[in-house]
């Protein structure tokens, strides 16, 4: 039985992966063995005890792409195999331009490079994921500096030339770290640049295929979540759609489902709540009895109401968020109270969970509250929540179609923080932030300098020319912050007689060039940097 249960298990990874890659319209059906007898299902009987779900967080993907605008720094090396997918790639996506793409591929100003990430699975479409980019090995290209993916399909890491689903699309500018003391430029990253393009559900397969046992399932968990939960494709293979309230908590999801009970009476309810209600309050694994509770479902909410007044902060977090996802408001002063206390360590955890459970208003006024904290990591835990939210709070601004300038004025010190990973954007907390006078920054290759000698009304900020180093460019600037990036960053005017807009510094770039602004003294900020993509 055991060696039987292992070969259902694999078969059903397999057709998982499967069903991901082929771009079939209805989902994979599972082969039946022969249907073994029906198992006993009793008071102990939990989903998990009869099926194993199958929801992977995350796929490699993988693919090739063509980075433009390099200005003399590409080559034209390329595979033949990889220039011939190319080609049709690039007539494919351009079919009414005429288009010389040997001649593209060939530029000085072009590579051919990897595109490679981590796509999130059993997600909304066309929700983003960081892309690495990579110069082919053997390559005379130097460097990618400046350049913008020009587009790429992504499938499962190992399947080039296979013709399966594309998973993903990627496209974008450039990054390229110089904050950590990057030297190749060989390498960089799309930041947000990858396109997710379907959304995969969780499936899960019985151990012991039996189409009344799938039957049974699928009704409860239907009863439980909601129509159209769970949908039963066969007598060993269940689909599972994760349910809008849980779609920021997929993971908890499954963990409740397979905790989940098959059978239950009144009085067995009951007994089950108290028992879990006193391991909940006991026990030092309380997220076990946390979801069991949660499984249930509201007629735990009388029997968890006393733990909100417990001694153990731990317990009382734990009986406040089983309510909260419960529907009922009554943990949520616990779990405010918690996120507002200097100093402990849930805090943040307890301020993550309002935002995912409770309502809107309820999350916005404590995350503007959160705001004015002197702990910087719950300052940006307080922005980024409010910025999914589009709160007013946040202001937003797109530059040169590359990142976000974001400001935010209820903060109680100045910092710069940029991301490195995600959404590119430049956040400047407690603005509006103002350069001190008598400056003079120059970036480490003295492109780019930024200049108010003692007395001088404006601030010059002067970039040389990209191609014609002779030709240096000056644009004027207020002494506030986000006045000196747009002039920086914006791209220059298209049309004659409208002067500059912009000097077209990158994202990297100005992001190096602001750190360096904080610690030469320039600007009275703390300047913090996101973390890279992990890929």
Sequence with gaps: MAIKNRKIICLTVTLFTLSLLAGCEEPVKMPQEPTAPAPIIDSSTTIGSLAEIFAPDIMAVEGYGIIDGLNGTGSSECPPNIRSYLTQYILRKLPEQKMDVDAFINSPNTAVVIVDGIMPVAVTKNEYFDVRVRVLPGTQTTSLEGGWLYGADLKATGSFGLTIKVLAEAQG???????????????????????????????????????????????????????????????????????????????????????????????????????????????????????????IGKDCLGKLEPLLNSSDQEVRLSAAVCMLDLGSDKGLEVLRETALEPGSPYRIDAFLRITEAAGRNDAATLARRLLRDKDFNVQLTAYKQLRNMNDIAVTRQLVARNFYLEQIVETPQKAIFVARSGQPRIVLFGAPIRCRENIFIQSTDGNITVNAPAGQEYISIMRKHPTRPNVIIQLKSSYELSDIILKLCEEPAKEKGQGQAGLNVSYGEMIALLQQMCEKGAIDAKFYAGSLPKI
């Design 173 to 295: 500018p450039v990054f390229i770290d110089t904050l950590g003391g990057q030297t190749d430029k060989k390498m960089g990253y799309i930041l947000a640049g990858g396109a997710v393009l379907d959304e995969y559900k969780a499936n899960m397969a019985l151990r012991y295929p039996d189409y009344k046992t799938a039957a049974t399932i699928r009704d409860k968990l239907n009863e439980r979540f909601g129509r159209d939960t769970a949908t039963a494709l066969t007598a060993g293979q269940i689909q599972l759609t994760v349910p809008a309230k849980y779609k920021a908590q997929k993971q908890r999801f499954i963990s409740i489902v397979r905790a989940t009970y098959l059978f239950s009476t009144p009085e067995i309810n009951r007994q089950r709540i108290s028992s879990l209600v006193q391991e909940l309050a006991s026990a030092k694994n309380k997220f076990s009895s946390e979801i069991a509770l949660e499984a």
